[in-house]
């Protein structure tokens, strides 16, 4: 008898989970009180994880699967976004994995006030607030942070280490048309996002010299979830292994679109 690939308690400590694949154990491992957290989100989801997972990796248009990958936030080739889907919207909140549904990491909504949720959950003004996000990796150890300042016009977002050192800021270059963002560490332009159409949905993630070196494609949710709530899910896939800090600002862009663009448009 053949085990689903799935998260199994981990004989080798109880504190943890780790994953099978279906073969074999493999090193893929998390806490275990998350289990209940993923089982929840899969049941948001719809189906299994992996199942969704793998829609999300289609529909982005990659194609079979992409080697490489060493198990990281910034090491995968390719990240799927998930929002966690909520009725009514009063923070962000993300679940990030691999291309095999591998659980990778959180990102989290942090530093909001009871007013500012209550403002959320029963206006249109998100551009009005500030926006503060912890990318997490699966022990809950901050690895960027992201703070969006309020703005009415042009957004910036400012990307930092978990440490709190900073790694540079990711600019909107313009409101109308096809959006831009160029990432600026340091005061020299390393490289940006470019949409390839007004509905915003698949971007190309530059360096320095114009070449693409990754992609974020916004997925279809599925008609269901779309009606009953705001959460989108968006896939990053490299193209080849690039350097900091152009490898943390690309990690942090999938996040980055999102809060600007679709908490905008809310």
């Known amino acids: 008898m053949n085990t689903a690939p799935g998260w199994y308690p981990d004989n080798a ?3 943890f989970v780790r994953w099978w694949d279906g073969v074999q154990w493999t090193p893929h491992v998390q806490p275990r009180q998350e289990q209940a957290d993923a089982h929840h989100t899969e049941l948001q989801m719809g189906g299994t994880g992996q199942d969704r997972v793998a829609q999300q990796v289609r529909r982005a248009g990659v194609q079979g699967v992409v080697s490489g990958g060493g198990g990281t936030l910034f ?7 998930n929002q966690k889907a909520k009725l009514v919207e009063m923070s962000n909140s993300y679940v990030i994995y691999d291309q095999h549904a591998r659980h990778l990491g959180t990102v989290e909504q942090v530093g909001q006030s009871g007013a500012a949720k209550a403002l959320r959950a029963f206006t249109k003004m998100d551009s009005m607030l500030d926006v503060r996000l912890e990318i997490r990796d699966l022990h809950g150890m901050p690895q960027l942070r992201i703070t969006r300042p309020a703005t009415m016009w042009k957004s910036k977002v400012l990307v930092e280490r ?7 800021e990711i600019v909107q ?3 109308f048309g096809k959006v831009r963002f160029a990432y ?13 159409n007004w509905r915003a949905w698949n971007f190309s993630l530059q360096d320095h ?14 008609f269901s979830k779309a009606m009953f709530s705001t959460a989108d899910n968006y896939v990053v896939q490299f193209h ?13 862009s999938g996040v980055t679109v999102d809060t600007v663009l679709s908490q905008n448009q809310g």
């Open 13 to 15: 400590d109880p504190r």
């Open 75 to 81: 090491s995968e080739p390719v990240l799927v976004v």
């Open 162 to 168: 978990g440490d709190g050192m900073p790694v540079g």
């Open 173 to 175: 270059e313009n409101v």
């Open 184 to 196: 600026v560490c340091n005061g020299t332009q390393v490289g940006g996002i470019y949409a390839e």
């Open 209 to 222: 010299t114009g070449t693409e070196v990754a992609r974020i494609t916004k997925t279809w949710q599925g």
């Open 240 to 252: 080849r292994p690039v350097p900091d800090p152009l490898l943390s600002m690309i990690v942090a």
